[in-house]
């Protein structure tokens, strides 16, 4: 090792060399310290975006349907005009519905709106349904609107059960065949007796409990959306 030289004594040149090279030291550790904690902080980032990643999941719920109702008691009548169009609800039939025959309105020229006569039915009264289909076409167009191809379904509101079609246990095949002009509207009623009833009616019937519920109007495959009531 060379020897320090200078007006100074020789011990204070090789202190000022090891502080010179003990800084560098530290100012090296420091350095690959800090490059170290940037690419580790990345890491967990990319590890953390990863896992918030994986842990996303996208449910479907679809509301349950079917191809029953009842028309024992159901009425109809016609009137002309105009109406507001409700989007056909979500859902599949129990049974497959009969095809629409050749020749007559598409669903795409339907439209199905079903309705309660009140929003709540104390208890003892009989629900009262409304189903209205329309024309929404451009022309005139016939279709079958017999009680056999209408259908009016009670469900749960909070679970969708099925627990009522007007067909189960009063099926009627009748046919009625009407013309349709653009913007006219056929429209039916249906009661419900408040009791449970399943296709071909061969459960007991219970009496269905007070609690939120919904209806659903469907013509064939053509379904209308829900609408809530109330049992009290």
Same mark, same amino acid.
């Given at each position: 090792?060379?020897?320090? /030289? ?50 996303? @999941? @996208?449910?479907?719920? +679809?509301?349950?349907?079917?191809? !029953? /109702? ?5 009425? #109809?009548?016609? /009137?002309?005009?105009?109406? #507001? ?12 519905? @009969? ?56 469900? @749960? ?7 009522? /079609? ?8 009748? !046919? ?9 509207? +056929? ?7 408040? !009791? ?15 609690? +939120? ?18 049992? #009290?």
């Amino acid at each position: 090792m060379m020897e320090p /030289s200078g007006p100074l004594p020789p011990e204070i040149y090789r202190r000022r060399r090891w502080l010179a090279i003990g800084a560098a030291v530290v100012a090296l550790v420091l350095l690959i310290w800090i490059v170290s904690a940037v690419r580790g902080g990345g890491d967990d980032e990319a590890t953390d975006a990863a896992a918030a990643s994986a842990s996303l @999941t @996208t449910t479907t719920t +679809a509301s349950p349907s079917t191809s !029953a /109702s009842e028309s024992g008691s159901a009425s #109809s009548s016609g /009137s002309s005009g105009s109406s #507001s169009v409700t989007d056909s609800a979500s859902g599949t039939a129990d049974a497959p519905a @009969t095809p629409v025959a050749a020749g007559q309105c598409p669903d795409s020229s339907l439209a199905v709106k079903v309705s309660a006569s009140k929003p709540t039915y104390p208890a003892g009264e009989e629900p009262e349904f409304g189903i209205v289909v329309t024309n929404i076409g451009n022309a005139p167009c016939d279709r079958e609107l017999g009680a056999g191809m209408q259908q009016v379904l009670v469900y @749960t509101l909070d679970t969708q059960q099925r627990l009522w /079609s007007n067909n189960d246990c009063f099926p009627n095949a009748a !046919a009625d065949v009407r013309t349709l002009a653009a913007g006219e509207q +056929a429209a039916f009623t249906v009661k419900w007796s408040g !009791a449970t009833s399943e296709p071909g009616c061969t459960a007991p019937r219970e009496p269905v409990p007070a609690g +939120a519920y919904s209806v659903v109007g469907q013509l064939g495959n053509l379904r209308s959306a829900p609408e809530p009531f109330n049992l #009290s």
